[in-house]
């Protein structure tokens, strides 16, 4: 049996920024609401579902409180990579002809929770398994991707600055959609003189902290006619897992999206530089500097020099994190479901002001944990 190709048909956000009266599950539904209206199809449509960011009984949970019945789940759980390979395992399973359509969602009050001290914060996760290797020492999640960064900046003379353009960038790009959680323009030298988090980054360096959610739908090519809206094609996917314990990290300079970028190339049959748009996961500058150099947008230790001049910006070569990214537009804890959201946005065309002119292929790429995993999928409109 030929395999089935498979399309984004619909694609939502929910409401973002501080929703102190929300739960996650009700921007969930949000999201999916919203996403089921973007794509024209019904409830009833759906035949599966992937979520991961709940409780212990995820997606059933979610099912539950969405009213479906999935006879095809996923609760893939690998950090902000997660939707990306979430997609790659629902296309593969729509492809085999096993269901039709699927329904992928996140929701988070990652901001409100804090505020309301339901979070103790960050604390690797406990100290149980491989991280009480590392948590005695105080190793936070902020300061793996700061070690990772220096090393970087020692191997490749790569310099706090360049890393800053990356921010500068995001806040650019952010001032174009009315929905970004900080708008207002920064230089780099006020990501330098910001709050000092952990060295070499100051508070503008790190992503930010919000509530939100998001919905995606996929659907099988056979039930494209019956959408709302032209489809988004899935035209190659990569996975990847690296490490958990920071010394099992081969190379501190080579992120995960080395190796998940690569059979996503290639089974789309393109290169980066047919890539009219590039949605990557920015935790921290150095995340998207690293991610977008490992997926070939730049030779091995030159990614300092991808965000000069404007490259990155709207109306620059490459435009990317169009939306403002997680430095600037929204972050509730896990955002790789909103890079597909903006991906899917700018290749129908419906970015607005941040639109990317005849933008017809998008890399979407994901980073989990301390870049622990990665996922990465190429998008088309053909």
């Known amino acids: 049996m030929a395999r089935r190709r498979v399309a984004i048909v619909g694609a939502a956000l929910a409401d973002g920024g501080r929703q102190p009266d929300h739960t996650p599950f009700t921007l969930i539904a949000q999201g999916a609401q919203r996403a089921l209206a973007d794509s024209g199809l019904q409830v009833s449509d759906i035949d ?44 593969d399973a729509i492809a085999a002809d096993h269901l039709d359509v699927v329904m992928l969602v996140y929701g988070s009050t990652s901001r409100s929770d804090v505020k309301k001290r339901l979070r103790a914060g960050n604390r690797d996760f406990g100290s149980r398994g491989p991280a009480q290797f590392e948590v005695p020492f105080g190793h936070s999640l902020i300061s793996k991707y700061a070690m990772a960064a220096r090393r970087h900046m020692h191997q490749y003379g790569t310099t706090v600055e360049q890393l800053a353009e990356f921010a500068v960038s995001a806040r650019y790009n952010a001032g174009f959609n009315p929905a970004a959680f900080e708008r207002d323009p920064i230089t780099v030298d006020d990501v330098a003189n910001s709050e000092m988090v952990a060295s070499p980054f100051t508070k503008l360096h790190c992503c930010l902290r919000t509530d939100g959610g998001c919905a995606v739908i996929l659907a099988a090519e056979d039930r494209v006619p019956d959408t709302a809206k032209e489809p988004v094609w899935i035209l190659g996917s990569g996975q990847y897992a690296s490490h958990v314990t920071m010394s099992e990290w081969d190379d501190m300079t080579v992120s995960p999206a080395a190796f998940s970028g690569p059979p996503a190339f290639e089974q789309a049959g393109v290169s980066p530089a047919d890539i009219d748009t590039c949605q990557v996961y920015d935790s921290f500058t150095y995340t998207q500097m690293v991610t977008m150099e490992d997926l070939g947008f730049a030779t091995k230790g030159e990614g300092g020099h991808l965000a000069e001049g404007g490259r990155l910006r709207v109306g620059g070569e490459l435009p990317t994190n169009t939306d403002g990214g997680g430095l600037s537009s929204c972050q509730p804890g896990m955002r790789g479901l909103y890079l597909m959201v903006e991906a899917t946005r700018q290749l129908r065309g419906e970015a607005g002001d941040a639109q990317v002119p005849g933008a017809e292929l998008a890399c979407v790429s994901g980073t989990g944990g301390w870049f622990c995993s990665s996922g990465t999928l190429i998008l088309g409109t053909d």
């Open 48 to 91: 599966g579902l992937a979520a991961n960011s709940t409780g212990r009984l995820q997606p059933i949970e979610v099912a539950e409180y969405l009213g479906l019945r999935p006879r095809w789940m996923d609760s893939t759980g690998v950090g902000g990579s997660t939707w990306e390979i979430m997609a790659a395992h629902a296309a």
